[in-house]
């Protein structure tokens, strides 16, 4: 029996760097709702030179995706645009949680990040990495008690000069 893979949704991350003026946010937004398309997270960030980055967070068929794509390229306002699946290991994150009194940060063994901050002293942790392993970090320390206070992704030239090693040390605490 085929199955309708147009149907299936995938999560994506779309990276859009336009121009800074009124209206460019709007006309995106625009667009991606009138394909339909629910944003799950839409942030804004890297104003400079005249130039704004805006990542908005999706899921929908990679038909719509590619759709979509085509879409904000022919945007008048819009220069440049790179939409990746969010299990891409190119697609990374950075989220502060809090966690309970007394209780020491031990992200899943199999998660590989950088991180700082001292909950036993009452310091958030913030960490930094692949955004699958650092949503797996998330989840895995919010069913044990934590507060995620922010989770953002990070665009992608600023990736470029923080990669992960091809074959990076196992992670251990800093402190």
Excluded at 20 to 49: E, K, M, Q, V, Y
Excluded at 56 to 76: C, H
């Amino acid at each position: 029996m085929d199955t309708d893979t147009d149907t299936d949704e995938i999560g994506y991350v779309a990276f859009v760097r336009g121009v800074d003026r009124t209206g460019t946010l709007t006309s995106i937004a625009t667009a991606i709702s009138t394909r339909g398309i629910s944003c799950d997270s839409f942030a804004t960030n890297d104003f400079r030179s005249g130039t704004a980055a805006i990542t908005a967070v999706f899921r929908t068929s990679e038909r719509l995706q590619k759709a979509l794509a085509r879409t904000l390229e022919r945007l008048p306002a819009v220069h440049e645009v790179t939409i990746l699946p969010l299990s891409d290991e190119r697609v990374h994150a950075s989220a502060v949680l809090i966690l309970p009194d007394n209780q020491p940060f031990h992200p899943p063994v199999d998660v590989t990040l950088r991180w700082s901050g001292d909950p036993t002293r009452g310091q958030p942790v913030l960490m930094e990495g692949q955004f699958a392993q650092v949503q797996a970090t998330v989840e895995s320390s919010t069913a044990r008690g934590a507060s995620l206070v922010a989770m953002a992704i990070l665009p992608p030239h600023v990736l470029e000069d923080h990669d992960v090693p091809e074959d990076p040390a196992p992670m251990t605490d800093p402190h």
